[in-house]
């Protein structure tokens, strides 16, 4: 297969595998493990819903931008977001975590622990690559460490 149709199908996967993400941790975590959907749980998954649905748009914009050239569409959008994430996701980090310490087991850990995923995502995508799952990744982090994030490279170069 050409390396263009690799790069699109790739594209296409990583923005559908963000979008499957939500519905099926949903289910995972209060449907199957039957976690209750307390205030502290629903904010950390809405902190990492939020996340994900930027990741499934930066992807999905990646994939327009390699199809038409030129920059990245919405690199506006996602200027801001890496502005008003770290507020958001601080915002959901405290309460999850001040639910943790208050009553701490199911009714909060769980959302406490989406937090902190959430700004692990917040870095992968916007500041430094966390997330390496090909082998040529895996070369690349072995001979040279952590790299900046494909999102922190487009809004680099945005006007």
């Known amino acids: 297969m050409p390396p263009r149709l690799l790069v699109r199908k790739r594209l296409r996967s990583l923005a559908a595998l963000e979008l499957v993400n ?3 941790q949903a289910f995972v975590w209060f449907g199957l493990l039957g976690l209750p959907a ?3 749980n629903l904010t950390g998954f809405a902190a990492f819903a939020l996340l994900l ?3 499934a ?3 999905a914009a990646k994939l327009r931008q390699l199809d038409a050239g030129g920059p990245l569409p919405g690199a506006a959008a996602f200027a801001l977001a890496r502005r008003a994430n770290p507020a958001v996701l601080a915002a959901a980090v405290l309460f999850t975590g001040w639910s943790a310490a208050a009553d701490p087991g199911r009714p909060a850990l769980l959302g406490l622990g989406f937090a902190l995923f959430a700004v692990l995502e917040h870095v992968n995508y916007f500041h430094v690559q966390l997330m390496y799952d090909n082998a040529a990744d895996l070369r690349r ?3 040279h460490g952590l790299a900046r994030s494909h999102l922190s490279r ?4 945005r006007p």
């Open 22 to 24: 939500l519905p099926l």
């Open 141 to 143: 982090l072995a001979a």
């Open 154 to 157: 487009d809004l680099a170069r």
């Open 57 to 59: 748009a930066y992807w």
């Open 38 to 40: 307390s205030a502290a």
């Open 53 to 55: 649905v930027q990741g």
